[in-house]
């Protein structure tokens, strides 16, 4: 019998509080992966979250909402399964833990803990009007910069491509 396939998530993050531009954006991002197939994981609540989660819900996508509280009705509408944690920011690693690819979308420092995460996972980081990291007075290559929502989704799924079959959880001692 042949085994059946996982539906492929990808995070998305973002601030709670974003511009009109950034978050039609990441509705556009939640649309483009929709129409892929592809489940969205995101912090659950407002701003980008809520936006990515309404895109998606309009292509008929599935959401997962990794919350930072106790009650799952603090979830975006947009949420189709919202996941309390009560961790508080803490719950950041395992909003990038979950996807196989990390779209990041504008952001606050609680998206740049997210980014901070999954680089040092070796989880591919796709940005749009994201931060840029800079080591050493260089800019990091980390971050993959993205111009539009379709290239994010492309990039993004391209990266998911090319690792897997191949991947396995990276759990490094290096400092990030």
């Given at each position: 019998m042949a085994k059946k396939s996982k539906q492929l998530i990808v995070s998305v993050i973002g601030a709670s509080r974003a511009s009109p531009e950034v978050m039609a954006l990441a509705q556009e991002v939640g649309q483009e992966l929709a129409r892929r197939e592809v489940a969205v994981v995101c912090g659950g609540l407002s701003g980008v979250m809520e936006a990515v989660c309404k895109g998606a819900k309009s292509a008929g996508g599935t959401t997962i909402g990794i919350l930072p509280g106790h009650n799952p009705n603090d979830a975006n509408r947009y949420v189709d399964i919202p996941i309390p944690t009560g961790m508080g920011y803490a719950r950041n690693a395992i909003v990038v833990k979950v996807g196989r690819a990390v779209i990041a979308i504008g952001g606050a420092y609680g998206t740049l803990s997210e980014?901070?995460?999954?680089?040092?996972?070796?989880?591919?980081v796709i940005g749009l009007q994201t931060w840029k990291t800079v080591r050493g007075g260089k800019t990091d290559p980390g971050i993959i910069v993205t111009s539009t929502p379709k290239e994010a989704v492309e990039r993004?799924?391209?990266e998911v491509s090319r690792r897997d079959g191949a991947w396995q959880p990276s759990f490094r001692s290096e400092p990030l």
């Open positions: 980014i901070g995460h999954a680089l040092a996972e070796g989880t591919p993004a799924l391209a």
